[in-house]
DNA sequence: ACCTGAACACCGTTCAAGT
DNA sequence: ACCTGAACACCGTTCAAGT
């Protein structure tokens, strides 16, 4: 075929149809040749459009970044002292939520934001309202790091569908409090949002306990 | 050469190997025939005591969730109310050092326990801990789970690490609160270190706040 | 039982050749 | 500029053959 009048590809389609594989079958799916077939085109078209497969990957990371609300941030006042929590809540929510629609990219996304741009839009805007609303710089940095550590552990992987479903792999002698592990595995979306709730909860409740002495302290 | 008289492998010397290829190299680097090659012997010899390689990955993981200090759950007496929250935070200390001395496996660490026994055993002991500590069994599961986000997600990647080392990839116009980004990856453990302190206190600040609820009613 | 080399069906990436 | 097929140096895994 050689170079068609009209380009087959285009990042954006090569960005889209990748994250329906990675989507649909795991990252393990997505191979140059795969990818490209599902394109249309053979393997290394790709890499007119990208440096290499990580490159793409990234993008697809990026594209699943893009979609976190942080709108919330917007107007958010110095001083009020309430207005954060809630805010650091729903984005954190939002954050989880894109996430877990697309769970496979998360170890991708787990590297950090390096050079994505909506990875450092998301960084920016979760620092800025920090400080924004009365947080010391450093302590801000904390935030964003520990809500991140907190949010990627919850996306990451299922922490009750981390236990098989079989009740013979639990042997009571050596796991006396396992009986009811193999349970697990079938309420696995109740259990998961339930720990995620809990945890936001706790973890909100204990940097508001931090904000007051901070305040007291100014 | 076909069979010795003295096997040329044991499972033991297999993770062993594997481990430390893991650890100098990442988890890329670990091939079949790469840690056959480490080992003195050709690749399908593996396959002698592993069915796959992916078994061999587990057993690496496993041998790094034998190392986590599980000897602050024991003798937790009902009631206290105060134990199981240092019992929690040592035992966060020893699980994210563990993670942090061999991170190149906690990709494969952050599927849940699975059938390792290791990781099977570190869940019972946590559990187990809280309910014996007071905790209703549904809150006993959500901290074991919401514990485990916040660890894993602390270790699966270095947050400061995460962002690249170059003044110029945090345009002002695009980033504005961004401009000492750059600096993050050169005190990468030390912010870690601090926000892991930092989400830690506040879970558990959270938390106590949630267990005295509990008793309350109770 | 435990090792070997050969083989199968894959990989990511490079490159010269085509238009 | 943008696609192709061929090629390189790899993969994980199976299997018959050796002792």
Redo the contacts between chains.
Sequence with gaps: MARPRKPLLSTDRIVTTARELVDAEGLAAVSTRRLAAELGVSGPSLYNHFRTKDEILEAVADSVSAQVDLSMFENLGHGAGRDWRTALHDWAVSYRAALRNHPNIV?VL??????R?AG??L??AV??AM?GAGWP???A??????M???????A?????????DDAS??DPA?????G??HL?SERQEK??E???E??L???????A??FARVKETA
């Design positions: 170890p787990a590297r950090g934001p390096g050079r741009p450092l839009r960084a920016d620092y800025g400080v710089a450093a302590q940095t904390s935030i964003g790091a520990l991140r550590y907190f949010i990627m552990g919850s990451l992987g299922s922490f009750a569908g981390g236990f098989v792999a639990y050596d796991y006396p409090h396992l009811q592990a697990l259990i998961d339930r720990a995620f809990t945890g909860r706790a973890l909100l409740d204990g940097l306990e931090q």
